[in-house]
């Protein structure tokens, strides 16, 4: 691996090499400029550093001290946040899902939310880069929305688990495909396809999971990017003339410069707005990229709410990627809602000690009666949602007065849901009962107050008044600022996001290399 | 659907099965045999806890996943004394919490004030009916103890203390066991993946009158 000297500036520092970061990384560093991607945690090795094992693998997750409140206080850690090279795509359960169009003009044409300022069959391109650079497995024809090419891997095959979700579909009328998912169904390079371990949130020990840490991240290094892990970035420096001239970050027990001409921000939707509040300055006493007063406002995670029940079958939902089946039925299809937005579902696969908890605190048993379920095990089915919750500027990144073992201020992390979040929970928990009656699962119950995913909370938009960066990701505030992740959705759709952070890192490098080219950027490389 | 079949609701559902069997076989790798043999040789004796406060843990642990007689438990309050020993954290708590250690000595402390207050005694030394019921009012925030501070008692219960305990209980093979979870998958990974389909290396279920075939097919989950 390339390094770099901390008193030169490279074009590029970014912070966080999750599906942002790690994208962007790989793609600058292809188009020549000169790039150091910073991250917090170490970089696994994953054949050797991985057990088979839920408790060893928590070592995978943001676990810093961090605040939760509010009405629906989120839940983090395992849930959402990575502290690794390759980020939370390194725990990801690799659902690969497309936007629906209108979303990107959520405001326009359906009535809620905002729109983007980008449009989106220029994102089916992108959409399209993303999935073949990940060799994503999916099915011959996706069941919604506009045509997409064929998906460059066989999808993989049904377990039990996603055979329920199937027939639940098919009795009440609604299509269902098999899941696209960024692990391989046949071999790529040196790697093996999935063998089914079932351990995809826990890490994968086998390298089928093209997550950052084996897709983008190789290709960074190869065109010589320097990975420098390990290193919390605590600051972004910026100069009299507002211009951001590095980062400050904590490495090998002391704090460090690295000067940059440019400073990307990809740390996700907590501590991306958390850096840059700390960043504040006598110039930028609000913190930067913030004279909209937006940064860290508007935050939002997915409804991840589920039905449960118990089969006659033996189900063993543990082998295999957790989500093998999607329905997006309503997700394109808007008739008889109730509410704005939309919601997938998806077959699930918990393994024992996520089941045991989510027993406990979802369903309150404990004692014999806990016993007694988790004696259900290899019976039980689930299906899932990943739904669409609304931007609120209520929901929101604040710093706490307490900190951290850098001595950062931690961030407080506020969440209530709104009516529409709650009617469009109530919708489909009860069509997912359902689905579930459909097939004869007996003892349903509902877990009711999960969430998923982190987005939001530096929203990219069409003027500095109403949003933090522009549709390159740049901030209108700072120049040579750029933010790339999950925190510059205006909406987060009812998908899962990875693909959709990509697509857009991989669009956010192509602008920055269009825009060196005329000198709107300032790099070495096109100097 | 076969209305008729049902399922036992035994601990033996899957007698002779024995997770660590496949120790040495190719469902388990080195780094997995390393963790998990490391988990089953912690020590007993509380790094973290005082022993009073061991005793509790231990008491709780009891009500919270209640074991059978019939095998060696699991060491609950062990588990749980090595995680806050190490420092792991969720990454995260509710704002009225302190972080994990803190919140347990308070959360322990608090109990033991209660016990003294409604029973006289300590929570270990009384009936399983009282302990329930302590925990009981813990879990639905009756609890009232000036010692809780601004902690709240239904948050202790769900987001800490029977938490902990729980993940400790499944982190344990005997548990893994109990329940016919396949366990550690790496590299093998599974193969028969469709409704009642099993590998010979997965748990069988027995499904009533059948435990001595079963157990057989289960001696040799390798």
Redesign the interface.
């Known amino acids: 691996m390339r390094e770099y000297r901390k008193d030169e500036p490279v074009d590029f520092a970014i912070v966080g090499t999750g599906a942002g970061g790690g994208t962007l990384a790989c793609k600058l560093a292809e188009y020549g400029f000169s790039v150091v991607a910073f991250d917090a945690g170490p970089y696994f090795r994953p054949l ?9 693998q ?1 070592k995978l ?9 509010g009405a629906n ?6 849930n959402n ?1 990575g502290k690794a090279v390759g980020g939370s795509t390194v725990h990801f359960a690799m659902v690969s899902l497309r936007f629906r169009p209108e979303w990107f003009k959520s405001r326009t044409l359906l009535g809620y939310g905002a729109d983007w300022p980008l449009d989106w069959r220029e994102m089916w391109n992108y959409y399209t880069e993303v999935e073949q650079a990940l060799k994503i497995a999916g099915p011959v024809n996706y069941p919604w929305g506009p045509r997409r090419p064929r998906y460059p891997y066989r999808a993989h ?4 688990a996603a ?1 329920a979700l199937a027939r639940g579909c098919e009795a009440l009328g609604i299509k269902w495909t098999e899941t696209p998912l960024a692990t391989l169904s046949a071999p790529r390079g040196l790697a093996h396809p ?6 995809c949130v826990a890490g994968c ?2 390298n089928a999971k093209q997550s950052a840490l084996v897709t983008w991240i190789p290709r960074a290094i190869a065109a010589g990017a320097e990975i420098r892990d390990l290193a919390m970035v605590g600051k972004v420096e910026v100069d009299q003339a507002g211009l951001a001239t590095g980062v400050r970050y904590h490495r090998e027990g002391a704090w460090q410069f690295q000067r940059a001409r440019n400073v990307v921000v990809a740390g996700y939707a907590i501590e991306t707005p958390r850096l840059l509040l700390n960043s504040a300055t006598a110039k930028f006493p609000d913190g930067l990229a913030n004279s909209s007063g937006l940064l860290g406002k508007n935050l939002m995670v997915q409804a991840n709410q589920a039905a449960w029940g ?7 939902s ?3 990627p957790p989500s093998l089946a999607i329905t997006e039925h309503w997700n394109y299809d808007d008739k008889g809602k109730d509410f704005f937005g939309g919601y997938s579902y998806m077959s699930q696969g918990p ?3 996520l ?3 989510t027993q ?2 979802a369903h ?1 048993l ?3 009666r ?3 379920e ?6 039980v089915v689930g299906l899932k949602i990943v739904g669409e919750m609304l931007p609120q500027e209520a929901n929101c990144v604040t710093l706490a007065d307490e900190v951290d073992q850098y001595g950062l201020r931690i961030p ?2 506020t969440y209530a849901w709104c009516d529409n979040d709650k009617r469009l929970i109530d919708h489909s928990l009860k069509f997912m009962t359902r689905a579930l009656q459909a097939v ?1 699962a007996r003892d349903l119950w509902t877990q009711e107050d999960d969430t998923c995913h982190l987005n939001g909370t530096a929203r990219m938009g069409f003027d500095p008044a109403t949003s933090v960066v522009d549709a390159d990701c740049r901030s209108w505030d700072i120049p040579n600022l750029w933010i790339c992740d999950g925190s510059v959705f205006p909406t987060v759709g009812g998908a899962n996001p990875s693909l959709t952070i990509q697509a857009i890192a991989c669009r956010t490098a192509d602008r920055i290399k269009a825009l060196a080219k005329r000198g709107e950027v300032e790099a070495r490389a096109y100097a | ?2 209305e008729g ?1 049902k ?1 036992p ?1 035994t ?1 033996s ?1 899957y007698p002779g099965y024995d997770v660590l069997s496949k120790s040495s076989g190719p ?3 080195e ?2 045999r ?3 043999m490391r ?1 089953l040789s912690t020590r007993r004796e509380p790094r973290f806890f005082t022993a009073e406060e061991f005793e509790t843990v231990t008491a709780i642990a009891a ?4 074991q059978p007689a019939s095998r060696p438990p699991i060491p609950i309050a062990a588990l749980v004394d090595r995680k806050l020993h190490e420092g ?8 009225a919490m302190p ?1 994990e250690r803190e919140a347990w000595r308070l959360g322990l402390r608090a109990l033991e004030a209660e016990a003294k207050a409604a029973h006289a005694g300590r929570f270990h030394e009384l009936s399983e009916v009282l302990q ?1 019921s302590l ?1 009981q009012r813990m ?1 639905s925030g009756e609890l009232n103890s000036p010692e809780w501070g601004n902690m709240r008692p239904e948050d202790f219960f ?2 800490r203390m ?2 902990d305990i ?2 400790a ?3 344990h093979p005997t ?2 066991s ?21 590998d010979p290396w ?2 069988a ?1 027995a499904k009533g009158g059948d435990d001595a075939s079963v157990r057989r097919v289960n001696r040799h989950v390798r």
């Open positions: 050797e550093d991985f057990a088979s094992d839920e408790s060893e928590t997750y943001w676990t810093d001290d961090r605040i939760v409140d206080p989120v839940q983090m850690g395992s946040s095959p049904l377990n039990a055979r999935c063998v089914y371990r079932g351990f020990s086998t118990v089969m006659e079958q033996e189900v063993r543990y082998k295999g393994l024992p000690q089941w045991a908890n406990l605190s309150g404990w004692g014999s806990l016993m007694a988790m004696a259900n095990y290899n019976h407080r992390i004869d | 659907m076969h079949r399922i609701q601990q559902r469902s388990w790798n780094q997995t390393r963790v998990v988990r009500r919270i996943v209640p792991v954290s969720d990454g995260y708590r509710v704002a972080r329930d925990l879990e769900r987001r029977a938490r729980v993940l209980y499944y982190a548990a893994w109990e329940i016919g979870w396949g366990g550690p998958a790496s590299p093998r990974g599974y193969v028969r993946l469709d409704f009642d389909e099993r997965e748990a279920e």
